[in-house]
């Protein structure tokens, strides 16, 4: 006897047969898992909802970084960029005070609005070097990039130097061998005299891509000085060799010298013993 499901039109029997059988059993599994698999595609990611002094801040700062809004510029007072953006004059402060920790705004002496600014250099890198000090770099990898970029900004000076680099230079290095007594100074002229044969590049990134590394060096150069009694006068005839090269428009000659000049502190490490697999920290 054949009896009709409705819409179905298999033919009933005790399990099912052949493949109507194996049919059955499958519609039957699918029915089973069809919850769980339903749940799953109706699964949505969270939204997240930015805050508005965020947003003001990215609109404010995309016309900065476009340069629709130059530097110099003042914005327009809280109470009109609250209207313009219809929100509250605290969500503007808000967005203000990131922008300004962000160097793009700042707020002039005996100016009640905020004008658009530049990141300083100096800012820049004190971020850069925060943010590789929370990654754990180590000394040596720090002495690393010094070794890397060094050299050829030293190759690069020598070619792009002016006069005025060269007398910059020369009052570096000789401002680090009149002035070394004091190991806090002698290392910060160290510093400065890299400093100043990375602008005479002229290359704002490669001043930017040394200071950061500059400024993780001084911790670990610091205790190299102080205990490397003959650091002082290597550091000093190798600041002279390389102003000679620059002098002289030797790229070959400032790179060689430079590239010495960075090894020379490795060799001061170990004498020092300074474990250069250490992390760098904040102290």
């Given amino acids: 006897m054949r009896v009709e499901t409705e819409g179905a039109g298999w033919q009933a029997g005790p399990?099912?047969?052949?493949?109507?059988?194996?049919?059955?059993?499958?519609?039957?599994?699918?029915?089973?898992?069809?919850?769980?698999?339903r749940a799953e595609s109706m699964r949505f990611e969270q939204i997240l909802i930015e805050p508005a002094y965020r947003k003001v801040a990215a609109a404010i700062g995309e016309r900065i970084v476009s340069r629709s809004l130059r530097e110099g510029e003042r914005l327009p007072p809280e109470a009109e960029l609250a209207r313009q953006f219809g929100v509250n004059r605290s969500t503007i402060r808000e967005a203000l005070r990131e922008l300004e920790s962000r160097g793009l705004v700042n707020r002039r002496p005996g100016s009640k609005l905020m004008s658009v600014s530049r990141p300083q250099h100096n800012a820049i890198a004190e971020g850069v070097s925060r943010a590789l000090v929370m990654h754990d770099v180590t000394f040596l990898e720090v002495w690393s990039a010094l070794t890397i970029i060094e050299p050829p900004i030293a190759e690069a000076a020598a070619r792009a130097r002016s006069a005025d680099d060269l007398a910059s230079v020369a009052e570096a290095s000789e401002r680090f061998t009149a002035l070394n007594a004091d190991t806090g100074r002698a290392v910060q002229y160290a510093a400065d005299f890299f400093r100043c044969v990375g602008r005479a590049t002229h290359n704002q990134v490669l001043g930017l891509a040394q200071e950061p590394l500059l400024q993780l060096l001084v911790p670990s150069l610091q205790?190299?000085?102080?205990?490397?009694?003959?650091?002082?006068?290597?550091?000093?005839?190798?600041?002279?060799?390389?102003?000679?090269?620059?002098?002289?428009?030797?790229?070959?000659?400032?790179?060689?010298?430079?590239?010495?000049?960075?090894?020379?502190?490795?060799?001061?490490?170990?004498?020092?013993?300074?474990?250069?697999?250490?992390?760098?920290?904040?102290?």
């Fill in 15 to 37: 399990q099912g047969t052949g493949s109507e059988g194996t049919a059955a059993r499958g519609a039957k599994s699918e029915r089973s898992a069809a919850p769980g698999a």
């Fill in 223 to 283: 205790v190299m000085i102080d205990k490397v009694p003959q650091a002082r006068l290597r550091i000093a005839a190798a600041q002279k060799r390389i102003f000679q090269a620059l002098e002289l428009r030797d790229a070959e000659g400032a790179r060689t010298w430079m590239a010495k000049h960075i090894r020379d502190f490795r060799k001061g490490y170990e004498i020092a013993g300074i474990d250069l697999e250490l992390r760098i920290t904040a102290d």
